[in-house]
């Protein structure tokens, strides 16, 4: 069994039926069912029970490649088991190869058929895919009008991918011989030269030659006409049988971590028309209907807050009536305490929706919900629910993104000192990875390639990756002062030593850890400001095959300075010949500038009387950086996209906290400048800023503020209607946890303030949503808070299938059409897993916000 089945009934299992009903169901509608073909859907899908296939409903994109959600994809019995069907030009094609453009697309009920024209223009490459429905399964066919390219011939294929973890612990059949597939990549691969390798992302290598010549490919663990997969689990079993060419199953993974089991046929050379066809059949189980989701808060409930279940159904399965609260008494007795409605709430996404309200139990103690036969794990109703909660993130997760010191935790060392060979001026008119980019000015005094001093200090990892990015940094650091001085806290379960670089976790130094973290940061921000002047874009690998680097964060680079003088892997124990010093990305953009400003007058308050020479640099680089950056010509702002969203917003932020900061009449007079004609451009972005200012203002300002807030409380009851769970669900190609935990602490913010406006029922909701109330399953997005939390996440230590302790992952990524996922037995979609910096400090938040507002 894998994660996502612990605890459920099997799904292929009849529920609850009278015997004569289930009999007869079987007959009619399931039999039925099963025997339907595959049909077009009004979702433009294919869809029959217990089985969906997507012809590129989702495309790749051009920002971070192959995210491994796009293609010819199969949702089999509710799980995304392939994606990637498409024509490839490598065996298992890794993030940064070339993906196919979508020229075309056809959705045709009339002929029950999808049909998409895929186009690598740097090859002059177009093919035809076509998927049509035949017998219990479908055909995928590749058609080209001229022949394949002479340069793609042989390296040109059908490609369809399969997650390693849905099939591992299950065997298959080729051409009747048996196999297992393998749990961890185990060869074989070939060593091949470069020119036979197809030019990867803006000529990047994922590969790292390191003083060879050959690079490496998979080569096939079985090859013949018929494939069966998992033949022995009716849930994941598929047929692929060729009708052209052999099929090969290969293990990506044998290249990269994050690689699938690939199934691939090369097309057919010098010719035209169909050059590759396959008949695929994936097994579907007669009327099967997906197990409910119980979605609860994982880490329990205060009393006196709300309580919903939201439980997440099949489109085909007939609620019950009921919910129950059962209790676990202190003599081990399991006994029902109260019996909620099941309130159909409706059709959200794919699923439908009953919520179970067990507000009014207030008693302290254990429970578990019960529906139908399921039952949740336990959980409590407790005055301190809150309490500790955020306490991983701040002991456990922070302490190990902190770059540039050795982290240790009892027997067990995190990562040694990293990147002490930080940092170089990055090269001109650049298109790098991982969104930075470099245009014809380096924005810096310094001169592409020339060491910038003072860098290799302070400062986080920023997500999964070990770059240091400017941006997460101001928004952690801002984070982390709000937290410090709405609550306080004076936890110290951490030692850090920034003169000797060492973080020991669970050791106690006398130093509240909040006040060291701010201070890590702060460190590295004002080390930019300093030599630099402004807040960099980021601090990131010059190559890409250092950038995917897992592992040790201190292996990620040599720490050694470079020096051309030497060759390449020759040192002389101080300096190296290997170029792998990081470069600094600067931009011209105001809007990064002011939030980099923002979080050193932020820092400069939280740091006064822990770091007072800090603390006082903090301020004078911000202000000195404020006067310049008001000095230069403003750019027009950006009207769309993320830059305007916190581009507008971004002096604001910065005078708020410079205003707060020193009370100065000329921040306060900005202030008033600017906070009304962005509340009338976008006040759900505004009002978080616009609330904490409320006690450096007058009450004239909380008056005036008030219509807002009276607005705001209108359009929330708009939103809270546009799903079940009541919380903003985002739908962009980043999961939207990060939107929750700001919209919850709004929320806060408001109903300090305006308590008669905003409940507080509303900053627990997001919590609640967090901690397991949310789509797709119903484990706690906060590693290792709640009964069940995320076990594998897109931390840095993602290869060893673990997670990091505190790191909070995005969340539900809501593929389209109609799909939620969060994948809870595979780490490496970094837009559902990836944990952030930025996220964590303002959970820390949010979760000290829910802990003051209900007390004790
Ligand atoms: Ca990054
Ligand atoms: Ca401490
Ligand atoms: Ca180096």
Excluded at 88 to 108: F, G, H, N, Y
Excluded at 131 to 148: I, Q, S, Y
Excluded at 737 to 757: C, E, F, M, R
Excluded at 831 to 837: D, Q, R, S
Aim: proline share 7%.
């Amino acid at each position: 069994m894998t994660r996502h089945d612990i605890g459920r009934a099997p799904a292929w299992r009849p529920r609850v039926l009278p015997a004569l009903t289930l009999a007869s169901a079987l007959c009619a509608t399931d039999a039925f069912a099963q025997d339907r073909p595959l049909t077009i859907n009004d979702r433009q899908y294919f869809e029959k029970r217990g089985l969906n296939v997507l012809v590129f409903t989702n495309e790749y994109n051009g920002m971070f490649f192959d995210e491994k959600t796009a293609g010819v994809e199969i949702i089999h019995h509710g799980v995304r088991t392939a994606t990637g069907g498409a024509v490839r030009l490598s065996p298992t094609p890794e993030q940064w190869d070339q993906i196919p453009k979508v020229a075309d697309r056809k959705v045709d009920p009339q002929s029950n058929t999808i049909e998409v024209t895929l186009r690598y223009e740097a090859f002059g490459f177009d093919s035809r895919l076509v998927v049509t429905p035949d017998g219990a399964g479908f055909n995928l066919a590749v058609l080209v009008d001229k022949p394949v390219p002479a340069d793609l011939e042989g390296r040109a294929g059908l490609n369809l991918e399969f997650r390693p973890s849905r099939y591992w612990e299950r065997t298959y059949l080729v051409d009747g011989r048996p196999g297992t597939f393998p749990r961890y990549p185990a060869g074989p691969t070939t060593s091949l030269p470069p020119g036979k390798k197809i030019r990867q992302f803006e000529g990047y290598s994922t590969f790292d030659l390191h003083g060879h010549p050959d690079y490496v490919e998979a080569l096939p663990i079985a090859s013949g006409q018929t494939l069966l997969m998992a033949p022995e689990d009716p849930e994941r079993f598929v047929t692929i049988r060729s009708l052209s060419g052999d099929l090969q199953l290969l293990d990506g993974r044998n290249l990269a971590q994050n690689g699938w089991f690939v199934v691939r046929t090369l097309l057919a050379t010098k010719t035209t028309g169909k050059v590759a066809e396959w008949h695929v059949e994936p097994h579907t189980i007669p009327g099967w209907t997906r197990t409910p989701v119980i979605g609860f808060s994982q880490a329990g409930y205060h009393p006196s807050q709300p309580k919903r279940a939201v439980i997440e159904l099949d489109a085909n399965d007939t609620p019950f009536p009921t919910a129950s609260l059962i209790e676990i008494r202190p003599d081990g007795r399991h006994v029902e305490k109260m019996k909620a409605e099941a309130r159909p709430w409706g059709r959200y996404l794919r699923y439908n929706y009953v919520v179970a309200d067990f507000s009014s139990v207030e008693d302290p103690g254990l429970y578990f919900i019960q529906y139908g036969a399921q039952k949740t794990g336990a959980f409590p109703i407790a005055t301190d629910v809150y309490d500790r909660v955020w306490h991983p993130t701040l002991d456990v997760f922070f302490p190990v993104q902190m770059d540039h010191m050795f982290v240790n935790e009892g027997y067990r060392v995190w990562h040694g000192v990293a990147h002490l060979d930080d940092a170089v001026q990055a090269p001109l008119n650049r298109q790098h990875f991982d969104g930075y980019r470099a245009g014809a000015e380096t924005n810096t005094p310094y001169k592409p390639g020339e060491r910038i001093p003072g860098l290799a200090v302070g400062g986080w990892f920023d997500a999964g990756d070990f770059d240091i990015q400017g941006g997460s940094h101001a928004m952690t650091v801002s984070s982390l002062v709000a937290t410090w001085e709405a609550f306080r806290p004076q936890r110290d379960q951490t030692l850090v030593d920034q003169g000797l670089r060492f973080v020991d976790i669970h050791r106690q130094d006398g130093k509240p850890d909040v006040l060291q973290q701010i201070e890590h940061g702060a460190l590295q921000m004002a080390a930019q400001y300093r030599s630099i002047g402004r807040l960099v874009r980021g601090i990131v690998d010059g190559e890409l095959h250092r950038y995917h680097h897992l592992g040790d964060a201190s292996t990620q680079t040599d720490n050694l300075i470079y020096d051309p003088s030497l060759k390449p892997y020759e040192s002389d124990g101080r300096r190296s010949g290997t170029p792998d010093d990081r470069w600094v990305f600067a931009d011209s953009s105001p809007f990064s500038n002011y939030s980099g400003i923002g979080a050193l007058a932020a820092a400069s308050r939280a740091l006064r009387g822990f770091n007072d020479s800090l603390a006082a640099e903090c301020l004078a680089l911000a202000k000195k950086a404020y006067a310049e950056e008001r000095a230069r010509p403003a750019p027009a702002a950006p009207q769309t996209g993320f830059a305007a969203m916190f581009g507008q917003t971004a002096e604001l932020a910065a005078v708020m906290q410079l205003m707060t900061a020193t009370k100065e009449q000329l921040f306060l007079d900005r202030f008033n400048e600017l906070v009304w004609p962005a509340l009338d451009r976008n006040a759900a972005m505004t009002l978080q800023l616009a609330a904490r200012a409320i006690p450096v203002m007058d009450s004239a300002y909380a008056t005036k503020l008030r219509p807002y807030v009276e607005k705001y409380k209108t359009e929330l009851g708009g939103m809270l209607q546009q799903n079940p769970y009541g919380v903003p669900i985002g739908t962009r190609g980043w999961a939207g946890n990060s939107q929750v935990i700001g919209w919850a602490t709004t929320n806060y913010y408001l109903h300090k303030a305006y308590p008669d406006l905003v409940g507080k029922g509303l900053v627990t909701r997001g919590l609640d949503y967090i901690f397991g109330t949310h789509p797709a399953h119903n484990y706690s997005f906060v590693s290792a808070v709640g009964n069940r939390s995320k076990r594998v996440a897109y931390g840095n230590n993602r290869a060893d299938f673990a997670f990091i302790p505190g790191g909070v992952v995005p969340g539900v990524l809501v593929l389209k059409p109609d799909y939620p996922e969060n994948m809870d037995d595979w780490p490496f979609l970094w837009g559902e897993n990836e944990y952030v910096i930025d996220i964590g400090a303002s959970y820390v938040f949010l979760a000290n916000a829910a802990q003051e507002l209900l007390g004790k």
